[in-house]
């Protein structure tokens, strides 16, 4: 179920293999269906929808430290911002710890998929910890860019959620050169050294408009502003607004599977709420409150880069049972994105004596 649609090149390293078709579908294909036909009552399976290569990529490295090198195998932070996951994975015998500290020395450790600054990298060697890094390469495109601007002497501004995982560890990057902003009310406050050497950066999962809007309010009061070559908001996220922003006014409803820790599955309900669409973000069909269906035709569905297919599948069959019977899968656009895994585990798995890899 996790890797569905993606293989691996362990040699490939971080790189992108495959890229994003961004071609967006006019067609409509419809999907199974099963439970009790209905004409006036239907889904609208959003597609892309779930998870990105990035997530997989990250579940993959700790189901493969497992598979290698047994239980324990500990994770900083959630790997990806899902209960479910992270559920999983600890029944498999991953441990989840908010802090470098809460490893044993000498102990293996993952990096989760939102990256981490220099220094709990710094504290993880000074406890001598076996490090497997599985940040996403989208997000260590950021990190590497933070590094490129501060050595440059920019003032930088990063653009995201600041109890984010992600905010933190690029922050970490040049912290004595960054500033965050959440909002465009926010960069009216903005002080720098130097207004005419600034550059900005971006959390990967914001929704679209709303760093549209931040950009702008930067461009009008530093008109020189520098950015990165391409957006930093990844390509999941970009697609996932994108289905929702083509769907949204087919529905009455739009039900975005995801937890509520996930930035990109908040940004999803806030794009459907833009377009005076109702919306709400669910862990799973338990949290469908009954009272949202009534009077409601059309429900979309969709789910969060972290929220796994079973979940959809599991919020499909609660509607179904309640005369939702026509499900139709809405492709907006093709996705085939697919990332190689880390060389710290590829080199991991073939020098660990008795080891034998996990197929990938």
């Known amino acids: 179920m996790f890797r569905d649609g993606y293989h691996y090149s362990p040699g490939s390293g971080n790189g992108i293999l495959v890229d994003v078709t961004a071609t967006i579908l006019e067609t409509t294909t419809p999907g199974p269906t099963a439970g009790p036909a209905s004409t006036d009552k239907r889904v609208l399976l959003l597609k892309p929808r779930g998870f990105c290569a990035g997530v997989v990529r990250a579940i993959d490295i700790v189901k493969i430290a497992l598979d290698t090198f047994g239980a324990p195998i500990y994770v900083r932070k959630e790997i990806v911002h ?3 996951v992270v559920n999983e994975l600890a029944e498999k015998g991953a441990i989840f710890v908010d802090d470098i500290d809460q490893v044993p020395s000498g102990m293996r450790v993952i990096y989760s998929a939102h990256g981490v600054s220099p220094a709990v990298r710094e504290q993880s060697k000074e406890r001598k910890l ?13 990190h590497v860019e933070a590094i490129k601007f501060a050595k440059q002497g920019y003032s930088l501004i990063l653009i995201g959620h600041r109890d984010h995982d992600e905010i933190e560890g690029t922050l970490g990057e040049a912290p004595d050169v960054t500033q965050v902003v959440s909002s465009a009310e926010e960069v009216k406050a903005l002080q720098v050294p130097d207004p005419d050497h600034v550059a900005y950066l971006t959390q ?17 009061k530093f008109p020189k502003i520098a950015g990165p070559h391409s957006q930093d908001i990844c390509y999941a996220t970009e697609n996932r607004q994108t289905a929702v922003k083509n769907v949204a006014h087919q529905a009455d409803l739009v039900l975005v599977v995801g937890s509520n820790n996930s930035s990109n599955s908040n940004r999803l309900v806030e794009v459907s709420q833009n377009l005076s669409t109702r919306s709400y973000l ?8 009954s009272v949202w269906l009534d009077g409601v035709s059309t429900v979309a569905v969709t789910a969060g880069a972290s929220a796994p297919e079973i979940l959809v ?9 309640r ?7 809405v492709e907006v656009m093709p996705e085939n994105v697919r990332f190689g895994l880390p060389p710290e585990i590829v080199q991991a798995i073939q020098s660990a004596p008795g080891a034998t890899p996990a197929t990938v």
Do not use: H, M, W
């Open 204 to 220: 990967t999962t914001l929704s679209l408009d709303e760093a549209r809007d931040i950009i702008q309010a930067l461009k009008e």
């Open 130 to 142: 076996k490090v497997i890094d599985a940040t996403c390469p989208l997000v260590t495109k950021v």
């Open 282 to 289: 669910i862990e799973n069909s338990a949290a469908i409150d």
């Open 323 to 329: 005369g939702f019977g026509s499900v139709e899968e």
């Open 82 to 84: 899902n209960r479910f």
């Open 313 to 321: 599948e599991d919020v499909v069959a609660y509607l179904r049972d």
